[in-house]
């Protein structure tokens, strides 16, 4: 048998192993991406960070749908980047279009769900879809649900919209939602950590509850953030309605929803469901869980022994030294388990907050104020309790505020102060302990409050400016800080203004060009009574440079706060509608610029001068001046008087004596008239 020719030499020997250790290398690359491909389970968290979590069987092997050929798998990419250009020329081509899809597709739809190059194009059908088509997805994919969770999270969400838009198929559309849910059943136990399947069944618990598909509270519970946004232009958009309100849901779904969340945590014990607490996968299904509890089935039923909350918390109120105590404790550092402290605080019945931060928050508040996770249930904690609590509360951290700048927790100041609002509580002392904190010089206590001038964005792009925000969040937090600051008023209210009227030119431009402090600088420029005299020393100062700011991105939009603060001062406001005016070729070519020429009313300015100056004066346009009024009288009052005189007897004479009085037009006769 002949030999592989081979080179020699010890050159020759290095090369072979190299190549060899470099395919090893790349065998060890592939099988790590295989299994990070394959779905998450708990045991894969446990083998990774070696937690005390709760293993889970999988229910059965995925089965195999088969594959698109290369044909297929053309025509798929190629329709989905039709779609996602959108260059129809009207309605009714791309609904053409979508059927010809839809025939084409017709049979292999587990195909494309299943397929790593064409899933977005069912994603993108899915939610462009008519009310029928869903129907028909519903139809196809069922019995199949379980393994395609990853995809029917936009198909639930977007059929429960349509329903509620079409009258005649909820009913039908209301029986395929009670059929998945029995399909599901006895496996939410895996749903609950599996990273695809447990998005799916949040969104299927929030369509049975009627709650918001589109809201603040829910979103990040949801979806995650690195979830791929599927873009689509909606055919007649009947979602955007229904998903930003309340929904009204039959009575069946609220029958399946109890049923569901309590078929989630029936096989789990008060153990397991805390060693789910941490998990970075289950921790938000059991917060939407735990607020459905409070919201749907209301605290008395919360509290059976059988309800997450009681499993959670067995000993109701957790008094210190009990358990529940403990497992509240430790999950109060938790970075993840600390999002379940928030909702307990903010939704358990009023005994059990009160014994919760009487026992296990109050006699720590420094402690947990300093602490970056445990603060963000502190200022849960800080909106439910009374005024004397506020005021302890006040008393203990107004020490600690420099501390707290220090670490950049302004979040909980800003709490602090707003809740002061609320509850009436006296913020002297807090107004002290923040200039003690951040300097007695106006100008330098303003800069360090909103920590800018450290690093110059000049010529930095908008994208570019945001990501570097994104990484550091706690300029953003000052900014709020800030301007809670400014809302309130008073002490507060006054280190911010003072430390802006103190600052020069540069710093000032330079104030009004970032992204986070000039929100500060236009919340100062809000139209309130005590604000009068800081507008009136700082409107003449920003007139000033109006050319520098009016056609930048971000300073625009002081410009535009500028005209309401500009109210009481019509002077300055005619002021820098005159400058804007000599700017117009300017302001016309940038999109900035165009926005403030319109937001200023120009047009009516450069047209319509005395419209404009009455409106800029308070009045609304339209309103009629004094001389218009003084004509209206004096022509009512003088077709009275062809009235009178027509009236009379024929033939009547005027008395010897009588002066003859002539009709004029001009001040004095109106004067005249007005006396007779």
């Known amino acids: ?91 009714e081509e791309r609904e053409l279009f ?12 587990l195909k494309i769900a299943n397929s790593q190059s064409c899933s977005r194009l069912m994603e993108r059908l899915i939610l462009m879809s008519t009310p029928d088509q869903l129907k028909a997805l519903f139809h196809k994919f069922s019995g199949h649900f379980l393994h395609l969770a990853q995809h029917s999270e936009e198909l639930t969400a977007a059929a429960e919209a349509y329903s509620g838009a079409h009258g005649k198929e909820t009913t039908t559309a209301e029986q395929l939602f009670l059929d998945t849910t029995q399909e599901l059943e006895g496996n939410l136990g895996y749903l609950m950590t599996d990273q695809f399947a447990s998005h799916t069944l949040r969104v299927l618990l929030i369509v049975l509850s009627g709650q918001p598909l589109v809201d603040a509270n829910t979103t990040s519970l949801i979806q995650s953030k690195r979830k791929e946004q599927i873009a689509f232009a909606s055919r007649e958009a009947p979602a955007s309605s229904a998903s930003t309100s309340t929904r009204t849901v039959p009575e069946s779904f609220r029958g399946a929803l109890d049923h569901m ?130 005021e302890q509360a006040v008393l203990e951290l107004s020490p600690q ?17 707003e809740r002061c609002v609320v509850r009436g509580v006296d913020t002297e002392a807090l107004a002290s302990a923040l200039e003690r904190a951040y ?53 507060l209210g006054n280190l911010v203004s003072e430390g ?51 056609t930048h991105t971000v300073a625009s939009h002081v410009v535009d706060a500028s005209w309401d603060g500009t109210e009481s001062l019509p002077f300055i406001r005619e002021k820098i509608a005159e400058r804007l005016l000599q700017l117009e070729t300017s302001l ?44 209206e009288r004096f022509a009512t009052h003088t077709s009275g008087l062809k009235v009178k005189d027509s009236g009379g007897t024929r033939g009547s004479r005027k008395k010897v004596g009588e002066k003859t009085t002539t009709v004029g037009t001009g001040a004095n006769a109106i004067a005249a008239a007005g006396q007779s």
């Open 439 to 491: 300097g007695p010089q106006p100008a330098e206590r303003v800069k360090k409050m909103l920590k800018f001038g450290t690093a110059n964005n000049e010529g930095i792009s908008d994208e570019r400016q945001r990501h570097i925000e994104s990484q550091d969040p706690s300029k953003a937090h000052a900014s709020l800080l800030a301007q809670s600051m400014l809302e309130v008023g008073g002490p």
């Open 261 to 390: 969340m309590k078929g989630m945590v029936a096989d789990l014990d008060t153990t397991s469901l805390r060693a789910l607490a941490p998990h970075p996968v289950a921790n938000p299904l059991l917060q939407l869980v735990l607020d459905l509890e409070f919201r749907q089935s209301g605290k008395s039923k919360a509290k059976a022994m059988s309800s997450l909350y009681r499993k959670l918390l067995p000993d109701d109120p957790p008094e210190p030294g009990t358990d529940s105590a403990s497992f509240f404790n430790g999950m109060l550092y938790d970075s993840i388990g600390s999002r379940l402290c928030e909702i307990l605080v903010t939704n358990s019945p009023g005994k059990t907050f009160k014994v919760l931060y009487q026992s296990l928050l109050r006699d720590k508040l420094q402690t947990l104020a300093k602490n970056e996770t445990a603060s963000y249930v502190l200022i849960k904690a800080f909106e439910r309790v009374n005024k004397q609590d506020l």
């Open 1 to 91: 048998m002949p030999k592989e020719h081979k080179k020699r030499g010890r050159r020759e020997e290095k090369k072979r192993k190299r190549e060899a250790e470099e395919e090893q290398a790349v065998d060890k690359r592939q099988k790590s991406n295989e299994a990070d491909d394959r779905d998450t389970t708990v045991e894969d968290y446990q083998e990774a960070d070696g937690a005390d979590y709760i293993p889970i069987a999988r229910p059965g092997e995925i089965p195999f749908y088969g594959l698109l050929d290369e044909e297929e798998q053309e025509y798929f990419k190629h329709a989905d980047s039709m779609l996602e250009l959108n260059q129809f020329k009207d309605e």
């Open 98 to 109: 979508l059927a010809n899809v839809y025939k084409e597709a017709n049979g292999k739809e």
């Open 401 to 417: 505020i420099e501390i707290l700048v220090k670490r950049s927790r302004t979040s909980v100041i800003k709490c602090l102060i």
């Open 588 to 631: 016309r070519d940038s999109i900035p610029g165009r926005a403030v020429w319109r937001n200023w009313k120009m047009d009516m300015y450069k047209t319509k001068r005395f419209d404009w100056m009455v409106e800029a004066k308070g009045r609304p346009a339209g309103m009629k001046t004094g001389i218009e009024l003084a004509r």
């Open 500 to 550: 802006i009227l103190g600052l020069d030119t540069t710093s000032l431009l330079q104030m009004a060009r970032d992204r986070s402090t000039a929100r500060v600088l236009q919340k100062s420029l809000a139209s309130t009574g005590d604000s009068i005299r800081y507008r009136r020393m700082i409107m003449p100062r920003l007139a000033n440079m109006i050319e520098d700011i009016a």
